[in-house]
């Protein structure tokens, strides 16, 4: 399976932006689609995750009631909206899949197996 992230760019503090995931190859109604980020200098993070099923929603704390994730399963896309973005919500966002056999793990990044190649998300003051 590959994924391949978009939607990244450059916005002010309070703005928005929309993050899509597009994966081919086959996939599974249990597969888990996580988003991650990673600052510079810093770990990458959990962001968000869901399943093709349309459970398994997880948001981190940082970025509850602003960022909200979905998925369209006849295109394979998994979305990831960020509303209210922060100067602190810059960073490089990688999608990745949890696929056969699944981690426990779906908030870290250990739980993945299969990556997209990350988009920049910069968020100005």
């Known amino acids: 399976v590959q994924l391949q992230a978009s939607g990244g760019g450059l916005v002010q503090a309070g703005g928005s932006l929309r993050l899509s995931c597009a994966v081919s190859?086959?996939?599974?109604?249990?597969?888990?689609l996580g988003w991650f980020r990673q600052a510079p200098g810093k770990e990458r993070e959990f962001v968000s995750s869901?399943?093709?099923?349309?459970?398994?929603?997880y948001y981190a704390d940082s970025v509850k009631g602003r960022f909200t994730i979905s998925r369209a399963n006849a295109e394979n896309t998994v979305y990831l909206q960020m509303n209210s973005l922060k100067p602190e919500d810059t960073a490089v966002y990688y999608c990745?899949?949890?696929?056969?056999?699944?981690?426990?793990?779906?908030?870290?990044?250990?739980?993945?197996?299969?990556w997209g190649q990350g988009t920049l998300v910069t968020v100005s003051s």
């Open positions: 869901i399943a093709w099923s349309g459970g398994r929603i």
């Open positions: 990745a899949a949890n696929r056969p056999p699944y981690s426990l793990s779906i908030m870290s990044p250990s739980g993945y197996d299969y």
């Open positions: 190859g086959r996939t599974f109604s249990s597969d888990v």
